[in-house]
């Protein structure tokens, strides 16, 4: 069974850092890029940030960049998000996201989310 | 990396038939045949439903069928039910990003 199980969340003041997690299983998580995908409470999906399966390509919102970093470590199988200078309007619940295509079926993974609220 | 637009909401009786449109640009939905539609309930994950503009994945209903002309993807529900009732998301790959719409809510009346 396929799980991503995100960690980390929770509250911090503006201009705080805080760290997510998340841990991969019942995949090959080394071949596949991963995404962060943020919901603000009562609003829609934002795509946060992309990392391809090596690392080498890595993509954020203009909304996070120069703010956030995305990376992975597939030795563990887990995926991170670093967020600092954070802002209220970073206030989230933040899902760790796979898809792509097995030899047989294509496939698309959501974590159950994480929740970060920035206030003071 | 403009969010795509949607529709706020849409209704339509059981058993009826409603359309929803996402509409980009060349950059995004008209330059990449990667428009995928997410269903999402209240306090759950999305679900995918439609992925590469007119795929079902295994478990969706026939009921539920995409496509796209230009710059504008559809998602249409065919014999509506009930537990159709929820939010939708459009979303587009592009070069560096992807794009999701605002959201469409889904009523059932």
């Known amino acids: 069974e396929v799980q991503l199980v995100e960690s980390g969340g929770g509250l911090v003041k503006p201009g705080g850092s805080l760290r997510l997690s998340c841990a991969a299983s019942?995949?090959?998580?080394?071949?596949?890029?991963m995404n962060w995908v943020r919901q603000a409470p009562g609003k829609g999906l934002e795509w946060v940030s992309s990392?391809?399966?090596?690392?080498?390509?890595?993509y954020y919102a203009d909304s996070v960049k120069g703010r956030f970093t995305i990376s992975r470590d597939n030795a563990k199988n887990s995926l991170y998000l670093q967020m600092n200078s954070l802002r209220a309007e970073d206030t989230a619940v933040y899902y760790c996201?796979?898809?792509?295509?097995?030899?047989?079926?294509?496939?698309?993974?959501w974590g159950q989310g994480t929740l970060v609220t920035v206030s003071s | 990396q403009s969010a795509l637009t949607q529709p706020a909401s849409v209704s339509g009786s059981p058993g009826q038939s409603i359309t929803i449109s996402c509409t980009g640009t060349s950059s995004d939905v008209g330059g990449y045949n990667y428009v995928s539609w997410y269903q999402q309930h209240p306090g759950k994950a999305p679900k995918l439903m439609i992925y590469e503009v007119s795929n079902r994945p295994s478990g969706v209903p026939d009921r539920f069928s995409g496509s796209k002309s230009g710059n504008t993807a559809s998602l249409t529900i065919s014999g509506l039910q009930a537990e159709d009732e929820a939010d939708y998301y459009c979303s587009s790959y592009t070069s560096s990003s992807t794009v999701f719409g605002g959201g469409t809510k889904l009523t059932v009346l």
């Open positions: 019942g995949f090959t998580f080394s071949s596949y890029s």
């Open positions: 990392i391809s399966s090596s690392s080498s390509y890595i």
């Open positions: 996201h796979s898809s792509g295509w097995t030899p047989r079926y294509y496939f698309d993974y």
